[in-house]
């Protein structure tokens, strides 16, 4: 899952240098570039050999509906659909900035990409780390657990504890990379913000589709329909959000008014108790009772396929609810 994940993010990390080379040559060349490689894909697709599967029974219809219903009444699939998506739509916004101060400041087209292409570095060190953030939550932990200030503050950022969690810590992560561009605003705090945007959402992206990858086997494909259509879509409204920023309050500002944004979702998902306990796998409440931390017993009354299991493979996830359709209720 990590080494899957980390290879999208070099797909960003080769594809934003490029795409700035061929805006140098003219506006229109990454358009003509994105419409050959499309059509490539395409036509590849096309050549593929289908394997031999029967058809569903079921409507088109009835099908997205199952995976609309799986998406919305599991816990921490619904609200880090939602998470996600307002910080797509927020880094996309970002990214416009970024080019628009790049060519306020007469940024060469080259180095405009090299930046963007932080947060596929960001990206690739955040996916293939996520097997060992359990290894490093415990290192943090038995660091920080003599200096009660930083005990806290790492146990509220989502890196220690037992209601340790990626997205939760993901939003901070964010919130340090605002803080870097907008105390700067120089090419090389905007590349270190991106990078550390990517290593947060590398993180993130692995423990959802690991949460995603365990329910039923014919929801995976509907729910993470469900799930790319929200975020991805999100992405798509990002630079209608950037351009309107930097319309209406100026370059410099836009980036303050997207920080302020991200520190209140941070300030939600951190202090929020029903949001935080849903963004805390091990602590996220199933059905009518409560899971619990590591190694302690869960709720009375619930089935025992919906007892936590390890994240195969020393994911770093900790322990996932597992939760077959129905049993996870809003």
Do not use: C
């Not at 880094?91 to 970024?98: F, G, K, N, R, S």
């Not at 605002?178 to 992206?205: E, H, I, K, Y």
């Not at 329910?215 to 509907?222: D, K, P, T």
Request: charged share 10%; net charge positive; no cysteine.
């Amino acid at each position: 899952m990590a080494v899957h994940e980390s290879s999208v993010h070099v797909a960003v990390l080769a594809g934003r240098p490029i795409g700035g080379l061929l805006f140098g040559l003219g506006p229109a060349a990454p358009v003509l570039a994105h419409l050959a490689l499309t059509a490539g894909f395409l036509y590849a697709l096309r050549r593929l050999k289908r394997p031999d599967t029967s058809r569903s029974d079921r409507s088109l219809l009835a099908e997205i509906h199952s995976g609309l219903r799986e998406a919305h009444d599991h816990q921490f699939i619904r609200v880090a659909t939602w998470l996600v998506a307002a910080l797509n739509l927020i880094v996309q916004a970002l990214l416009i900035v970024v080019i628009a101060a790049a060519l306020v400041e007469g940024v060469p087209p080259l180095l405009t990409g090299l930046v963007l292409a932080a947060s596929g570095v960001g990206g690739m060190i955040g996916s293939m780390a996520a097997p060992g953030r359990e290894r490093l939550s415990a290192w943090i932990a038995g660091k920080t657990s003599g200096v009660p200030v930083v005990e806290r503050l790492a146990d509220a950022a989502g890196l220690t504890g037992g209601a340790r969690s990626t997205l939760v810590l993901h939003t901070w992560l964010w919130v340090s990379a605002f803080v870097l561009a907008a105390s700067m605003s120089t090419p090389v705090s905007f590349f270190a913000a991106l990078m550390l945007m990517g290593l947060g959402g590398g993180l993130s992206n692995v423990t959802i589709r690991t949460v995603i990858g365990r329910l039923e086997h014919s929801l995976v494909a509907r729910v993470t329909g469900v799930h790319r259509l929200v975020t991805h879509g999100a992405s798509a409204l990002g630079p209608l959000v950037g351009t309107a920023l930097i319309m209406t309050f100026g370059v410099r500002a836009a980036v303050f008014v997207l920080m302020g944004l991200t520190l209140v979702i941070a300030v939600v998902v951190t202090w929020l108790p029903g949001v935080r306990a849903s963004l805390s796998p091990g602590r996220a409440a199933v059905g009518e009772g409560e899971l619990r931390v590591a190694g302690a017993p869960f709720a009375a009354g619930q089935p025992e396929s919906a007892a936590p299991v390890e994240s195969g493979a020393g994911d770093g996830l900790g322990e996932v609810p597992f939760q077959t359709p129905r049993q996870a209720t809003a």
